[in-house]
């Protein structure tokens, strides 16, 4: 069976999985019910029966369609969110379930949310998204194994004693962690992004980090996808980044494609390119469109890492618009036509099979958290808005999965 079948089937086995017995939880708290759901859909403002899911009009190019899902109201990076135990409130998890077919955790599996201490890993916000997915029939991704950039490792990794085997230890550390993390949740996860944003955006040069003086950063990124590989057979493995169309990416872009050549070249087992797709503008509110030097340099970038024999994903789409203007409408719109454009453009390679937003609701989004606009007003970054309508974005995107190519069967 290959990867992509594995993916496929999954799906349809999800009903009749379960988490291994040894790695249950003693106790989590109960997710939300089917009844509770359905009524929560029901009467969840902008829920449609007659109208196509994402992940339905996503399944008939031969794509899928899902959503990160954070723990609490509000997709917040402080630490004590990252840890709290918990699922969205009902009305917003019965968008999740009606619109995808696949979900990730936003934070919860990441290493300073799951790694308390050295001694220590805390599954339980993770265990309740694997289960509710399981309950729902959705396929499940897991990010991250391995978040290259020291300022999202816990305090006490960056501060760890190797000892006087640096080498043997800190291998030790990647396996322990990633064995783990897979052992937890085995089939259930079927894709994993193994390393995220190993490169730094401005130079291109990879990352330093308390793994490098022993390791050294390339070899860090090849331990973390053999280790992947041989603890997650079945599963797909995704390097994860956040480069992006237009002049300013450029070196990054560049950075990324030369890591990737090095792992193939080393025959390392990676398989696919994640693109984390937080679009956004230039200080003056203007966006990339298709057409002109962005889209040729986009596509060439994007032919050279296809010609590696590597799948594309888009992991993490959504819109930072903190330069647009203030009116909801207009900034509706242009968020809009932004992400129309990427996705006419990015869609029309065939190896894309996988469409993740991170967050469907606005007041579940990182954005509302991070970098706030000058004007103090709430950012608009996903395709439904605070009261859970759906927003232009969400007809865009609609728009783009009802346009892009069909995939032929794998």
Not at 38 to 65: E, F, I, M, V
Not at 283 to 291: E, L, Q, R, S, V
Not at 354 to 361: P, R, Y
Not at 376 to 392: T, V
């Amino acid at each position: 069976m290959t990867r992509r079948d594995t993916l496929a089937t999954l799906g349809a086995a999800a009903a009749a999985a379960a988490l291994p017995a040894a790695a249950a939880p003693p106790s989590t708290p109960a997710a939300p019910t089917s009844a509770s759901l359905a009524a929560s859909a029901a009467t969840a403002p902008g829920a449609d029966a007659t109208t196509d899911s994402l992940d339905a009009l996503a399944q008939r190019k031969g794509l899928r369609y899902g959503s990160a899902v954070g723990s609490g109201r509000r997709g917040s990076q402080a630490v004590g969110a990252l840890r709290r135990a918990g699922l969205p409130e009902p009305e917003y998890l019965a968008v999740i379930r009606r619109e995808c077919g696949v979900v990730v955790h936003e934070n919860v599996l990441k290493w300073q949310a799951l790694r308390p201490s050295a001694k220590e890993f805390r599954f339980e916000a993770a265990d309740l998204l694997a289960t509710w997915s399981l309950e729902q029939g959705l396929l499940l991704r897991g990010h991250t194994l391995l978040w290259h950039a020291p300022r999202w490792f816990p305090e006490w990794l960056n501060r760890h004693d190797f000892g006087a085997t640096p080498v043997a230890e800190a291998e030790r550390l990647l396996e322990e962690h990633i064995a783990t993390v897979c052992a937890r949740y085995g089939t259930r996860i079927g894709s994993y992004d193994v390393v995220n944003e190993s490169v730094d955006p401005d130079t291109g040069a990879l990352r330093d980090n308390v793994f490098t003086p022993h390791l050294t950063n390339l070899g860090q990124v090849e331990l973390a996808f053999r280790l992947a590989h041989q603890h997650a057979p079945h599963a797909q493995l995704v390097y994860n980044d956040f480069m992006s169309w237009g002049s300013h990416s450029a070196r990054h872009r560049a950075g990324v494609l030369a890591l990737l050549q090095q792992l193939k070249a080393r025959q390392v087992p990676v398989h696919a390119l994640g693109l984390q797709s937080h679009l956004g503008t230039g200080a003056d509110g203007t966006y990339i469109k298709p057409g002109g030097s962005a889209e040729r340099d986009w596509r060439r970038f994007l032919d050279e890492v296809t010609a590696l024999g590597l799948e594309l994903l888009i992991t993490e789409l959504d819109v930072n618009d903190h330069y647009l203007n203030p009116d909801p409408a207009r900034r509706d719109a242009d968020a809009a036509a932004m992400v129309r454009g990427y996705l006419d453009v990015t869609l029309a390679y065939p190896q894309l099979r996988t469409v993740m937003s991170w967050g469907l609701a606005d007041h579940h989004s990182w954005m509302r958290t991070w970098w706030p606009r000058a004007d103090g007003l709430p950012k608009r970054p996903a395709p439904y808005d605070e009261q859970l309508r759906p927003k232009p974005l969400r007809d865009a995107m609609a728009s783009a999965l009802r346009a892009a190519p069909v995939r032929a069967p794998s």
